[in-house]
């Protein structure tokens, strides 16, 4: 494991080098925090025995399970419950904030897996565990503790899921979009790049996601427009490499699933 450690009254957490190996299930620490800058991970399939919290003040992850991805920008955090197998890529720059909880630690509502608004405060409370040492005493852990789960348990709940088709002539497609070599045309022409009809496909995304296949690709568009706003592309680039015929047919498109702007979205 290649960890650089800050000087500390306790032995101070590690902040983590992208080559480094870390296992937070072989730490003896009720809370342990770890921050790090990453480009072009990919963590591959994995789950742990504690619940983590996962944030990025800075850049986009996707986490993805078995069935479903889920998008991380600045605004947002997933909460991650124990033994839940999940996947975590970014394809650009992120800090990385990330918190393991003990089960002994944990409230009756932190059990399920959600994506959570993390608001000026949380975000600090994150970014204050994040860097503490991990054998800090648990008194001196409380207070903010205390106030971690206040925030947390009032942080609204955010729908930014997306299952994913389990067909594997279409999931070899989903990947592909997700890597950005390629991105989802309109049904006609997707049912002839995976050799099916029409009238399948529409029941393959019924079926496996609850939507019709459109209503679904705009969802991922969506998706894949927050990701790269949150790297840095502007609106222009955005509309251009999604396809739109416009900059404000762009903006529209994002109001209509948001509710606002992308500037607004990004500066609340």
């Known amino acids: 494991m290649m960890l650089r450690h800050k000087t500390s009254k306790y032995r ?47 850049g986009c992850m996707t986490i993805a399970s078995d069935n479903q991805q889920s998008i991380l920008p600045p605004t947002m955090a997933a909460w991650i419950p124990p033994q839940f197998p999940h996947r975590i890529t970014m394809r650009n720059v992120v800090a990385y904030r990330s918190i393991y909880f003990d089960k002994a630690v944990l409230p009756d509502y932190a059990s399920a897996f959600a994506i959570l608004h993390v608001n000026g405060l949380l975000k600090e409370l994150i970014e204050r565990i994040s860097y503490w040492p991990w054998d800090m005493p648990i ?70 996601t609850g939507m019709t296949y459109q209503d679904w690709r705009q969802q991922w568009r969506l998706q894949k427009s927050i990701e790269w706003l949150a790297e840095g592309k502007n609106v222009s680039e955005t509309a251009f490499d999604l396809e739109f015929s416009s900059d404000s047919a762009f903006i529209e498109f994002f109001k209509k699933y948001q509710r606002q702007t992308p500037h607004k979205y990004f500066n609340k």
Not at 25 to 46: E, K, P, R, W, Y
Not at 149 to 166: D, G, H, Y
């Open 12 to 58: 101070q957490m590690a902040f983590l080098s992208q080559e480094s190996i870390f296992n937070p299930d072989q730490i003896d620490a009720a809370v342990i925090g770890i921050a790090s800058d990453f480009t072009s991970h990919d963590s591959g399939l994995h789950q742990h025995q504690r619940a983590q919290l996962l944030f990025a003040p800075i």
């Open 139 to 208: 008194e001196l852990q409380k207070n903010t503790l205390s106030l971690f789960w206040e925030e947390f348990n009032s942080a609204p709940k955010q729908n930014l899921t997306l299952l994913v088709p389990q067909d594997a002539r279409i999931k070899q497609h989903v990947e592909l979009w997700n890597q950005g070599k390629s991105l989802p045309s309109f049904l006609k022409e997707f049912a002839k790049e995976v050799g099916a009809s029409e009238k399948t496909i529409s029941r393959i995304f019924l079926k496996e």
